[in-house]
């Protein structure tokens, strides 16, 4: 470890034994690496805030043999599998409010709304996923999860062939608008006022048949969820039968302000490619890592890839298998 500064007094108890890994973040990145850990013999702490990022939609695809779950019911399959190893433990609906080194190893003020315990661990894996920002578009959330999705590879196989809306002000939203075309000959792009499409790009979509839109938009039409028009500033009607959006993604590493591991270009952790960030004894899978793909089944194997290297470390063997 590198040198540490102190920790502050322990807020009410402590949980005095340290864990030999904390994971931050109980989505299949953390559930996935705790399962493997309690497999490899660690006392593993699960903190899970309990809000993942898909908690908008109703149901999973692309996970094998779970095609089609919805997003809670993974969770607590997978909850139930790890209820078999008495070496993990599990505190949901918490968060790690703080976290800093401490001797050769990491301490964690945790609590549900507020700081209640300090929890001690060797390792740490951060496994807290991402927030998003949807275009401010009023209206939007409603049909987010339902008919409008972030994921093409996820949610664009239930959508294919219909006309569909890209509603997006980044400046990756002719690249996105090519993916999902895949899926659709009747897309239009939606930059909401945003000078996001330069004109080579808008040539180019025109030439793939995919019109752009820059004008604001002033309402989305449909009920329970189901998008069926787009209404622009300029009072132009669009008929649409779902879509994409791109959210704006970040990381929220607040509560690690004294650790300061490198973020890459995105704002995600920076990792190895064994999930090591660059403070030792602190891991990251997940979302929170990987500059995609963002998948359920990705994530799980990044969890499970980190928790194999986090325990040839403890040990210091260095083995691929
Ligand atoms: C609308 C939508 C639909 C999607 N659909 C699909 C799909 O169909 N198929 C697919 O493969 N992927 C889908 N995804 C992507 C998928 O949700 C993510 O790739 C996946 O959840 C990432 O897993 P994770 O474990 O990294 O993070 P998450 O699942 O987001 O879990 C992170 C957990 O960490 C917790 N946390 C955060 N901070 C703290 C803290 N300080 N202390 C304690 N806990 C904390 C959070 O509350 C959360 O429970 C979808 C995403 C969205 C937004």
Known sequence: MTEHSPVPEPVEGTDDEPYDVLIVGGGPAGLSAA????????????????????AATLISHGFLTRDGIPPHELRRLARAELAAYPNVTIRSRERVFQLQADGSGFAAEIGRRAPELTVRAHRVLLATGLRETLPEVPNLRGFYGVTLFSCAACDAWELQDRPLALIG????LAARARLI??????????????DTVDTAEEAELAAAGIAVERSPIAELHGERGALTGITLADGTEHAVEGGFVRPEWETDLSF???????????????????????VPGLYAAGDVAS?????????AGAGARVAAVMIHDSIGVATAH
């Open 35 to 54: 399962l493997n850990l309690a497999r490899s013999l660690a006392r593993v702490l699960v903190v899970d805030a309990d809000r993942p990022r898909n």
């Open 169 to 172: 002000e980044t400046p990756d």
């Open 181 to 194: 075309a895949r899926w659709t000959t009747r897309l239009t792009v939606f930059t909401n006022g945003a």
């Open 256 to 278: 690690l302000p004294a650790l300061a591991p490198d973020l890459d270009a995105h704002g995600h952790l920076a990792v190895d490619r064994a999930g090591r960030t660059s």
């Open 291 to 299: 500059p995609g793909p963002q998948q359920l089944i990705v994530a």
